[in-house]
C-alpha cells in the first residue's frame, strides 16, 4: 500500500503540511518502499505548489479574509512584514500556510 500510494501521499501531505510527511517518507524510501530521490521531488513540488496556492489566495482574496471597518491603508500597513519575520514564520509548523496568505 505505501509503495502504491505512498508518492501521492507525500505530494498532498507537503502540499498541506511538510516536514513530518517529509520525514515519514524518507523512512518509507529507508525501508525501501521509496526511492528517496523521488520522495525528495515529490515533497519539494508537494511543498512548492502549497506555497504558491496559499500565497495566491492571500494576494487574491485578502481583502475578503480580512474584512474590517478598518481603513483599508491601515490595513495595508499593518500586513508589511520584515525579512526576519518572513525567516521566522518558515521554521513553524502549520504557520507557514497562514503566513502565506497573509503575506499575499
Known amino acids: ?25 524518507g523512512f518509507a524510501a529507508h525501508r525501501g518502499y521509496l526511492d528517496l530521490p523521488w520522495v525528495i521531488a515529490v515533497a519539494f513540488a508537494g511543498s512548492l505548489l502549497g506555497d504558491q496556492l496559499y500565497f495566491y489566495l492571500g494576494r487574491r482574496h485578502s481583502a475578503r479574509i480580512l474584512r474590517s471597518d478598518r481603513d483599508p491603508v491601515e490595513i495595508e500597513g499593518g500586513l508589511r512584514m520584515d525579512t526576519l519575520m518572513v525567516n521566522r514564520g518558515r521554521s513553524l509548523d502549520l504557520a507557514k500556510n497562514i503566513l502565506n496568505l497573509i503575506y499575499g
Open 1 to 25: 500500500m505505501i509503495a502504491t500510494y505512498g508518492y501521492g501521499a507525500v505530494l498532498v501531505g507537503t502540499f498541506l503540511e511538510g516536514e513530518t510527511v517529509v520525514l515519514l517518507g
